[in-house]
């Protein structure tokens, strides 16, 4: 959170924000199913302007051997921002944000993926952030879970994620770039969406108890928005590989 | 890039179906796959594109910063090639700083657009000695089923084809095209196994080739890069048959780049 230039107002007089939308609206989501060849799982979200590609790799053995564990399946996600994906070109490899990212998305996802039926495995997961403009975590997780089913692991369910945050003193849905920089507060939070259990939950910024609780119940419906969105894409890529062997 | 394995009963089908003049992918020796260009996709990048080769799938992106020029060079910008081999791209991949495999596929590429001059350094100088542009050219393997040198090469010529300068970012004017001085060349690469040579290998064939020759080609037909590489060897017949599918492929190839960043006949836009 920034400090905002005096002039620059996030909410014009008719409740429309900086980008035309509605406090309530998402940005236009596109998600495609197993866009990439050599893994065994993956999935391309395009989330506004964010463009993000999520792979998936196992489940394999643990190697090195000592690293196993016996009781669960190990699950390593990797958050990698490309170098040309920002304004100002980013160094290759991963510093301090993308390591915390990494851990946070990798612990939301652990928790759905049936861990204890694949002991001594590894599940890789690949997030590359092509073209970043806010709110790539969330968009990132969710092309993760996308591309985790697609790669066939056993799941309690399909994990969604989405941001709600305040920008000149409303509570509103996915923010954008703009409105990270200069709004008062970001929450990124992901769900499990049969349940609505949360599987990640962060927040920078300012909110009262009522903003709050406000916030996760935009969040959440915004969730499940992407959620069927999840799903059908899934479904497409399905509906068209059997409809390709029944020719 | 050849950890990658392939079983012993495999190797001996591709060789018999060589000797019957087949290739695992259905495709003739001389037979490119199809290739899609793409350009100007990440809008954070000063010019990107996206290059499908077949399963293969290359991004790149060009940054513009500014810098100090090298004290050899004061009044020329400077060209950055990097390549990251992620490990989306396939299972052999690890993360990390870049390997023996990334640094000579970003050397490459570079050398390619270097030597031949593709960009005018000179016109990216901003005060002799003092400021320049530097152009980082990023080479990220998206997806790998072979022919990483054709696939970046071509991805990173399409992209600088269509980048700007960020002029308006630095509060100097207006963005203008980045400066194109020659006419960029066309990499085009050959493996041979089990007596045969094929174009535009896909990953098993680069698993199992003997020797694998790259050869670009100018907009004339002429020749401006070679690179062999691998144990086996050619013969002098085999290379002149090489030359000529180079510079009848690179012509084809061309066209489709000419196509994608909207140069027609090779003159700027």
Known sequence: MSKKPEDLKLIDENGRRIDGRKPDELRPVKIKAGPLYRADGSCYIEWGNNKILAAVYGPKETLPRHEQHPLKAIVNARYNMASFSVEERKRPGPDRRSIEISKVVGEALEHIILVEKLPRATIDINIEVLDADAGTRCAGLTAAAVALADAGIPMRDIPVACSAGKVDGQVVLDLCKEEDNYGEADMPVAIAPRKKEILLLQMDGHLTPQEFDEALELAIKGCEIVSKLQKEALLEKYIKEVGRENE | ?269
């Open chain 2, 1 to 269: 890039m050849s950890e990658s394995v392939v079983s012993e009963i495999k190797r001996k089908y591709m060789h018999k179906l060589a000797q019957a003049n087949k290739r695992i992918d259905g495709r003739s020796f001389n037979e490119y796959r199809p290739l899609r260009i793409e350009t100007g996709i990440i809008k954070k990048a000063e010019g990107s594109a996206k290059v499908e080769l077949g399963n293969t799938k290359i991004l790149v992106g060009i940054k513009l910063e500014q810098g100090e020029p090298y004290p050899d060079t004061p009044d020329s910008g400077v060209l950055t090639t990097n390549a990251e081999l992620i490990p989306m791209a396939s299972p052999e991949f690890e993360a990390g700083p870049p390997d023996e495999n990334a640094i000579e596929l970003a050397r490459v590429v570079d050398r390619g657009i270097r030597e031949t001059e593709v960009i005018d350094l000179e016109k990216l100088c901003i005060e002799p000695g003092e400021k320049v542009w530097i152009v980082f050219i990023d080479i990220h393997v998206l997806d790998y089923d072979g022919n990483l040198f054709d696939a970046s090469s071509l991805a990173a010529i399409a992209a600088l084809l269509t980048a700007k300068v960020p002029n308006e970012r630095f509060d100097m004017g207006e963005d203008e095209p980045l400066p194109i001085k020659n006419d960029p060349p066309i990499s085009c690469t050959f493996v041979k196994y089990g007596g045969v040579i094929a174009v535009d290998p896909c990953l098993e064939e680069e698993i199992i080739a003997e020797a694998r020759l790259t050869v670009a080609t100018d907009k004339d037909g002429n020749i401006r890069a070679m690179q062999k590489g691998l144990s086996g060897s050619f013969t002098i017949d085999e290379v002149r048959k090489i030359i000529k599918a180079a510079v009848d492929n690179g012509a084809r190839i061309r066209k489709i780049l000419n196509e994608s960043t909207g140069r027609e006949n090779g003159k700027e836009n």
